[in-house]
């Protein structure tokens, strides 16, 4: 008999799978990444938009959008991050738990945008580690996508098991 | 009706007021001392009950008396607005009575203008910053101020230890996408200006 299966057989393999912990703890992570909107103007209605059924963001895996820090894991800063507001944003960061990613969505997060201004800040990352930015002002509901699909990219290829061994002491000032 | 007669009704017996000619609505130039009782008076007498506005206005270092600030009110009655413009007495320290006690509506707009324009509003209940933050050194929209800022700490010591960010003078970069301002708006496209600065042309002093 010709088999037409493919990949795990439990029958053949005895319900066991090879693998390495690196991938397991990856794949669990990337497919259930909680957003924390940090929405501080427009952008953040398209990121309500790519939470709605037309863009539906369930399909990665990644609808529970958290407003909590804490039972969040990716931080979305969708806006313009004045000076006033990016102490708070380096607060709210501080109090997530480890580990966690920062997307900056559009123009403002990104660069500070079009607001070449006494009271923007250019680019959150001056506050907080961005690991994906988003061009767009503001980008559509498929850039955030996008974006998010490249983060679940990133988080698969990182050194899960190594980091928890060499994490470094906190610097939080939460 | 808003007409001439109206206005020498509103003047007569008032040597505190005087007609300010402008092109869109009535304007009255009042002493500060006499505004609040003034208000009052539009609020109670004239149906000019609707506070829609109040700002300052920055007439530049070389002017003899620097900063005015301008109130519009609405009457639904006349249907009709009507601008109070009150020069300020003093170019170092400018400041004028609060008219928050007759329109709670001027309680953020006085704040406003005080974090803008540095105005201290004279018996106003909380006359603090509004929009950034308490200990700013500076009052951006004054003349003198440049578009991009000046540089200054964090507002949070903390944050800033952490991080290393401070504020920073914004780059000007293709900007700021103003009009000349020599001609008449409606022909004066506005455009990039391009006040450029980067790592090979350094910021002009």
């Not at chain 1, 929405?39 to 958290?66: H, N, P, Q, T």
């Not at chain 2, 007021?17 to 402008?22: M, R, V």
Request: aromatic share 8%; with cysteine.
């Amino acid at each position: 008999m010709i088999s037409n299966e493919v990949g795990y057989n439990s029958k053949v393999e005895g319900e066991v799978i090879v693998t390495r912990a690196d991938s397991v703890i990856n794949w669990i992570r990337k497919h259930s990444v909680w957003p924390m909107p940090m929405g501080l103007a427009c952008c953040a209605i398209e990121l309500m938009a790519s939470a709605a059924s037309r863009y539906d963001i369930s399909r990665f895996g990644m609808e529970v959008m958290r407003f909590s820090p804490r039972q969040s894991d990716c931080m979305i800063v969708a806006g313009t991050v004045t000076y006033k507001m990016a102490e708070v944003v380096r607060r709210i960061y501080d109090q997530m738990g480890d580990p966690k990613w920062v997307v900056a969505m559009g123009a403002c997060a990104s660069t500070g945008g079009m607001y070449r201004s006494y009271a923007v800040m250019q680019g959150v990352d001056n506050v907080v580690p961005v690991d994906v930015y988003v061009s767009g002002c503001p980008p559509r509901p498929e850039a955030l996508l996008d974006a998010m699909m490249k983060l679940q990219g990133k988080i698969g290829n990182e050194s899960s098991v190594r980091n928890l061994s060499n994490k470094p002491e906190p610097t939080g000032v939460a | 009706m808003i007409d001439d007669d109206f206005v020498k009704s509103l003047l007569n017996g008032r040597d505190y007021l005087s007609f300010k000619h402008h092109e869109d609505c009535l304007t009255i130039n009042c002493l500060p001392e006499s505004l609040v009782d003034f208000t009052k008076h539009l609020r109670d007498e004239e149906t000019f009950d609707l506070l829609v506005d109040l700002t300052a206005v920055d007439h530049g270092d070389g002017a003899e008396k620097r900063f005015s600030v301008v109130l519009h009110f609405y009457s639904l009655v006349h249907k009709s607005y009507l601008r109070i413009h009150v020069l300020c007495p003093d170019n170092e320290a400018p400041c004028i009575p609060s008219v928050s006690s007759v329109f709670p509506a001027a309680n953020w707009h006085e704040r406003e203008t005080f974090d803008m324009f540095g105005i201290n509003f004279l018996d106003h209940p909380n006359l603090k910053r509004i929009l950034m933050w308490d200990d700013y050194p500076y009052f951006p929209l004054r003349k003198e101020f440049p578009l991009a800022g000046i540089e200054v700490p964090l507002p949070a010591a903390d944050v800033a230890e952490v991080t290393g960010a401070d504020v920073d003078p914004a780059p000007m970069m293709g900007g700021p996408f103003v009009a000349s301002g020599n001609s008449r708006m409606s022909e004066a496209e506005p455009r990039a200006k391009d006040e450029s600065w980067t790592e090979k042309s350094e910021k002009p002093l």
